[in-house]
């Protein structure tokens, strides 16, 4: 009987050792985060907001520095930014969405949705094309009309392509991140579904998954806790405001427009993990490799995300977004289920060292399962 009573002793000290243990590493990790990023967005500058979700639960979110220059207003989990191309993934879940309803088809060609482009050629180019960015078409806009290049909108900006007489190379051959392919999708998600983009997007995208104030911008309209990007000037003395008006096809939704926080897209990484608006074959998919990137090795696209394969991690399915001052990461190990955002509103930090100076405190915590 004693021995029985002194083994369950030593189990449960173990067990409270081991959780002890677990504890203190999870405490070091969050504080090896928090050094990372404070020592690069200091209090009375521009910059970021941070949040890792493992889980159901929020293990890290920090805000530092300040999301608007002009109030002092700091930056925080409530702060809405300008999240560029990640905006893609969201116009990318749209249109399969259509796809699973039968109102369109990945495989229907562009000419199709588009009668009055004139090249033979647009024939060749399905709405897979479009996701992956294969599908050859070059981004020929004109950037010589300031005012153009600084206000066009999706249809505006995609225009030139009515007229487009030559491609890069054969449709699927090769990959070209491209923008104007993506704000395609502008058009055809609202011929599809009758609907405005818009209205498309607030009822089937973003209020199903309970992100009640995301919004695409518009001159004028109002964004709630709204971070302004900036650009710290030559001489030092400061930063200027960098963002619509002042930085090229800001004003475009399909491809980049859209104003959301960390704390929403907490919930946009619920609703893909729970199935809410598209399915988990369909989501699979557009997460599976489309195309090797030649010049980013481990590197490939699907349908709205880059999916990097490095040794010693698992996949990662992520994107980033530049436009203007905003500086944007948004990465989701899917069999971890483990989110992290970076969201900044200053584009002069290396983006790329903090991803991976991030993925590897996650790793020394033990938070990936491998």
Known sequence: M???????????????????????????????????????????????????????????????????????????GETFYNIASVSKQFSGVALMMLAQEGKLSLDDNVKKWFPHFKAPFYEKITLRHLLSHTSGIPDSRDRTDRIFVTTATDTLSYSYLENLTELNFEPGASYEYMNPTFQLMYTIIEKASGMQFDEFM?????????????????????????????????????????????????????????????????????????????SEETLRTAQTPKIAIADMPGHSYGYGWFIEQREGFPDKIYHTGDNGGFQIYAARYPKDEILILIFSNRNDRNREENAQKTDEIIKEAGWFQQ
């Open 2 to 76: 004693k021995r029985l009573i002194l083994s369950a002793i030593l189990i449960s000290n173990l067990m409270i050792s081991c959780k002890s243990g677990q504890e203190n590493t999870n405490s070091v990790a969050i504080q090896k985060l928090d050094s990372l990023f404070s020592s690069q967005y200091p209090a009375d500058e521009p910059g970021a907001t941070i949040l890792i979700l493992r889980g159901d639960s929020v293990i890290f979110e920090k805000g530092y520095g300040i999301a608007d220059m002009e109030t002092n207003e700091p930056a925080g």
């Open 202 to 278: 607030r009822k089937r995208i973003f209020d199903p998954a309970g992100m009640k104030e995301a919004i695409y911008f518009e001159e004028g309209r109002e964004i709630p806790r709204m971070a302004h990007g900036y650009l710290e000037n030559k001489d030092s003395s400061g930063f200027m405001q960098f963002d619509y008006g002042e930085e090229s096809f800001f004003a475009t939704k399909a491809d980049g427009g859209l104003y959301t926080s960390v704390r929403e897209f907490v919930k946009w990484e619920q609703a893909l993990r729970n199935n809410i608006l598209i």
